[in-house]
């Protein structure tokens, strides 16, 4: 552990900021070589710090928000809005309005809308918008939706018709023209599979529609900057391969919106151990991070982490515990690992991924987060303490 690191005050969290340069690069080469014709958009959502939004922004990639204040971030760290790809069902009407005068890509999600689209036609130019496609992935691929038989919830249905309906009611609009289609899906596996079933429903969605296709936005939920999973390349070619029988990619662009996949590997969380006390015949180990830092929604089954101590002697069974009041707060049994002692460190690896958006303010607030770049080791948010806590509250 670098000597500077270890002069920090935990807890805090790391971006490796070559790493994520490379995921970055690596995602934009397997598109150029699969395909050529591209955008990448950013998920705001998954982490959303000004830093990395920044980052990515620099780095080429567009903004992919799916409500106001997500859109007005983007605006307010200087993304050109024609480069703001605005989805999901949570857009307001005035934010909606915005995006259309500003030739942003809008991807609609709700009749609402719909409705909102015939309004601005009365007193606007031509309008290209872009339409959320809900098609059973399940039964295409059985038990790897995130739903399975309760269905996403997220655009029209292509089963019921609902799509086919959208679209004409779309197409009836003057001024109005559909240029292209989303088909994210929520998954389990993130399988090769999943992304080839939805790039061959690409394919059918666009004979609904009037006029060629401008974009095909593939949505995101790749794994990435993990040697045992699918590469960006594999993905990329399962993809395009389906989409080049009925696309031309000289003319329609393919849209991926990556979040985990490019900022999930390069984070780290690193924490310290408190305290240590036996229970019975239990060794619990207390450390000053929760497993709501690294694990906010509570689902992780195993953690990639390194132990960071003096210790010679092997216990044959740690429970790592956090700082809150939870008795769920048990992060990972440690089974014949060297023993831990107040002031020895635990760093969890790969943890960019919806962490730092999901973290709650409970017990303590948020912990600061440091850029590393060639072994030097640069703020970019500052722990919270309590004045930040109450600077937008009255008593």
Not at 191 to 217: F, G, M, Q, R
């Amino acid at each position: 552990m670098n000597s500077y690191l270890k002069e920090l005050k935990t807890p805090y969290f790391i971006i490796y900021k070559e790493k994520l340069k490379k995921n970055i690069d690596d995602f934009n080469n397997a598109l150029s070589d699969t395909w050529g014709n591209y955008i990448i958009g950013y998920s705001y959502k998954t982490n959303s710090l000004p830093w990395v939004l920044n980052f990515m922004k620099e780095n080429g990639c567009f903004a992919e928000v799916v409500s106001d204040d997500e859109y007005n971030l983007a605006v307010a760290l200087g993304n050109n809005e024609k480069r703001i790809i605005f989805n999901g069902p949570n857009k307001g009407r005035e934010i909606f309005h915005r995006a259309i005068m500003n030739k942003g890509i809008i991807n609609i999600d709700s009749w609402r809308e719909i409705n909102w689209l015939r309004e601005e036609a009365r007193s606007t130019d031509v309008i290209n918008i872009g339409i959320r496609v809900n098609f059973n992935l399940e039964e295409c691929c059985p038990n790897e939706s995130a739903m399975g038989s309760e269905v996403g919830r997220f655009g029209f249905s292509f089963e019921n018709g609902e799509l086919s309906k959208a679209i004409s009611d779309i197409e009836d609009i003057s001024r109005v023209k559909i240029v292209g289609i989303h088909l994210h899906c929520s998954t389990k596996t993130r399988s090769l599979k999943v992304y080839e079933e939805i790039a061959k429903k690409a394919c059918v969605i666009a004979k609904l529609i009037n006029n060629p296709l401008d974009y095909v936005d593939i949505g995101g939920g790749f794994f990435g900057g993990m040697p045992e999973k699918p590469s960006y390349y594999e993905y990329m070619k399962v993809i395009t391969d389906e989409l080049s029988k009925h696309f031309n990619r000289n003319t329609t662009k393919l849209i991926v919106e990556p979040g985990a996949s490019l900022i999930a590997s390069p984070i780290s969380f690193v924490c310290e151990v408190v305290d240590v006390k036996n229970v019975l015949d239990k060794r619990i180990v207390n450390i000053n991070g929760s497993r709501s830092n690294i694990d906010p929604l509570m689902r992780k089954k195993f953690y990639e982490y390194e132990l960071i101590t003096n210790m010679d002697k092997i216990d044959d069974e740690q429970i790592i515990c956090g700082y809150t009041c939870m008795e769920n707060d048990r992060i990972m049994k440690l089974t014949n690992e060297k023993e831990l002692t107040i002031g020895d460190k635990i760093i969890f690896n790969k943890v960019g991924s919806y962490t730092l958006c999901l973290s709650p303010l409970f017990i303590e607030y948020f912990p600061a987060v440091y850029v590393r770049e060639n072994n030097k080791y640069k703020c970019v948010r500052e722990r919270w303490g309590v004045n930040e806590y109450i600077n937008k509250c009255f008593i």
